[in-house]
C-alpha cells in the first residue's frame, strides 16, 4: 500500500461498499448462530434460543467475532475524514447524529421492546408490565444497537484533534497499525486479565465491550488514517504481503479458537492463569490484524466493481443491520416449531433473515421516494411573472 497523501475522489468506493455488506451479512450469520449455539452462552438473552443445536456453530462465531466489528469500525473510520472535510464541526455532529442517533433513538424506543415481546412469546412465557419493556429496564440494554452510539462517541473524539491542528496523518501506516496492536494488546490484557474488568458496561445511553473499545477505536483511527495516507490509490505491483498474510492468518486464529474452547471442554480442572489471559489476548489481537488485513485487501484488489445487486444490497445495508435480530426472531421462532432439523433450519434462517430484511429496506426506501414525490408535486410552482 502506498503512503502518499493526495486526495481520493469523492465518488462511490465500490470494494469498500461492497466489504461493508458482506461484512453485515456476517453479522446476520453471527447473530443466527445464537439462536442454535450448543454451549448455552447466548440462552439467557438471546431473542430466540432453539434447543435444537449445532455445535460448530459456536466456533464459526468465534471466528465472526474475530473479524466483523473491527472491519465495521475500520470502514467507519475510512469514511470519517471525507465527511469531515470542508464541513465545520458543528455540521460535521448534525450529520452523524442524523445518521446515527436518530435511527439508534427510533430504534430502541420500537424494536428493543419487540425484542422482548418475542423473547418472550418464543419462550412460552407471559408477558410482562409495559414499562420493562424499554431498553432503560432491559437487563441487556441496547443489545444489538450498541454499535450506534459508541461509533458517534468515536466521531466526536476523532473531530476534537482534527479541529485542533493535530496531524494524525504523519504516522506511518506501518507504526500505526502494530503501534495500535501493541497497545490494544496491553489494553486488553491489564482491563480483561490484570484487571478483571472484563465483559459489558450497559447503561441507557452507550454500551462497550470494557476489553474491546480501545480495540475498536483504534481500528476506526487506523481506517482514517487510511483515507489520509491515501492508502488504497493504486493496486500494488506485488502481492507478497498480502500471499503471506492469508498464509498464515489461519494461526492465530486456531489459537484463539482453542484459549476460547479450552475453559468449557475443561472447566472442572481449569484455571484462570495471566499466561493463559496472555495467549487469549495476543492470538485475538493478531488474529484481527492478520483478518482485518485480508479481508480488506481482497476488496480491494478483486471486488471493486459494482452492478445492480451491488448497488440495492449497499443500498440496504445499513437498514439491515437496524432490523436483522427482529426479523431473525419472527421467523427463528416459527422455524423452532416446524420439526426442522437445526442443520436445516440455521441455512434457511440465514437466508431468510438477510432477503426479508433487504426487501423490507428496500419497501421503506421506494415508500420515501413516493412521499417524497407526492409532497413535491402538492407544493404550488410559482412563475416569474407571479
Request: proline share 5%.
Amino acid at each position: 500500500m502506498t503512503s502518499t497523501t493526495i486526495s481520493t475522489p469523492s465518488k462511490r468506493i465500490h470494494w469498500m461498499d461492497n466489504l461493508r455488506t458482506i461484512i453485515i451479512l456476517l453479522v446476520v450469520m453471527y447473530h443466527v448462530g445464537g439462536v442454535y449455539e450448543a454451549a448455552g452462552l447466548w440462552a439467557g438473552f438471546w431473542i430466540v434460543d432453539d434447543p435444537d443445536t449445532i455445535t460448530w456453530v459456536g466456533i464459526v462465531g468465534i471466528v465472526f467475532d474475530i473479524i466483523v466489528m473491527p472491519t465495521m469500525f475500520f470502514i467507519a473510520g475510512y469514511l470519517t475524514p471525507p465527511s469531515l472535510d470542508n464541513r465545520s464541526g458543528w455540521e460535521f455532529l448534525k450529520k452523524k447524529f442524523q445518521r446515527l442517533i436518530i435511527p439508534w433513538l427510533i430504534a430502541v424506543f420500537t424494536l428493543i421492546p419487540l425484542y422482548k415481546v418475542i423473547f418472550l412469546y418464543s419462550r412460552s412465557l407471559p408477558q410482562e408490565p409495559w414499562y420493562t419493556y424499554f431498553h432503560f429496564n432491559n437487563p441487556n440494554s441496547q443489545n444489538w444497537l450498541w454499535f450506534l452510539p459508541v461509533l458517534f462517541a468515536f466521531d466526536i473524539v476523532y473531530l476534537l484533534p482534527s479541529k485542533t491542528g493535530i496531524k494524525l496523518s504523519k504516522l506511518s501506516l506501518n507504526l500505526a497499525v502494530w503501534g495500535s496492536f501493541v497497545i490494544a494488546l496491553a489494553y486488553s490484557f491489564v482491563i480483561g486479565g490484570l484487571v478483571g474488568f472484563r465483559s459489558w458496561t450497559l447503561t441507557p445511553v452507550i454500551d462497550f465491550e470494557n476489553e474491546k473499545l480501545l480495540v475498536y477505536f483504534l481500528a476506526f483511527l487506523v481506517g482514517a488514517l487510511c483515507f489520509r495516507k491515501n492508502a488504497f490509490a493504486g493496486k500494488p505491483q506485488r502481492k507478497t504481503l498480502y500471499i503471506v498474510a492469508n498464509s498464515v492468518a489461519w494461526l492465530p486464529i486456531t489459537v484463539h479458537i482453542f484459549a476460547r474452547l479450552y475453559p468449557i471442554l475443561y472447566w472442572e480442572s481449569f484455571a484462570v492463569t495471566p499466561l493463559f489471559r496472555l495467549i487469549w489476548f495476543a492470538s485475538f489481537h493478531l488474529s484481527v490484524v492478520s483478518m482485518v488485513y485480508t479481508l480488506v485487501v481482497t476488496f480491494w484488489l478483486y471486488f471493486d466493481k459494482t452492478g445492480p445487486v451491488w448497488a440495492e444490497l449497499n443500498r440496504d445495508s445499513y437498514g439491515v443491520y437496524i432490523i436483522h435480530v427482529i426479523v431473525i426472531g419472527v421467523f427463528g421462532t416459527l422455524l423452532m416449531r416446524t420439526g426442522l432439523p437445526a442443520l436445516a433450519k440455521y441455512p434457511l434462517l440465514i437466508i431468510i433473515t438477510y432477503l426479508v430484511s433487504n426487501l423490507l429496506v428496500s419497501l421503506f426506501r421506494a415508500g420515501k421516494r413516493v412521499l417524497k414525490s407526492g409532497q413535491s408535486k402538492s407544493i404550488p410552482q410559482t412563475t416569474d411573472a407571479q
